[in-house]
């Protein structure tokens, strides 16, 4: 359905070196810098951090998550303390199995060092 997603920075070289860990541990390899623009490439899709073009600062999304997609509970515990190692912050309850409406999931929970909140999520069988 979505072809990329791009949140806003306001320190492009901090959040490229967060997210070359966070996304690395899911197999994505470092983003490369156009401008003022770090792109993340994989074979689902395109993750990118951008300082606004308006040049105003760059605001996290009030309920906004983005989801990153992990092949196992492993993986997510993986990217999850990559992502506090590189300047992350842990929020909600700490990595686990989560039961709802959709079944079971495994997620695990990040603020990146802007404020957007992430999650790595694995959904089990």
Do not use: Q
Request: proline share 7%.
């Amino acid at each position: 359905m979505f072809s990329h997603v791009m949140i806003g920075t306001n320190d492009l070289p901090r959040a490229k070196a967060f997210y070359d860990a966070l996304l690395g541990t899911l197999g994505v390899g470092p983003g490369f810098v156009d401008g003022h623009r770090v792109f993340y490439m994989s074979p689902t899709g395109v993750f990118a951090v951008s300082l606004p073009i308006d040049g105003e600062p760059a605001t996290c999304a009030n309920g906004g998550t983005i989801g990153f997609a992990c092949d196992s509970p492993a993986k997510a515990d993986a990217w999850h303390a990559a992502g506090v190692a590189a300047g992350g912050v842990s929020i909600e309850d700490p990595p686990g199995v989560r039961e709802g409406g959709v079944g079971k999931l495994y997620l695990a929970y990040l603020r990146d060092p802007d404020g957007n909140k992430l999650c790595a999520m694995h959904r089990l069988g």
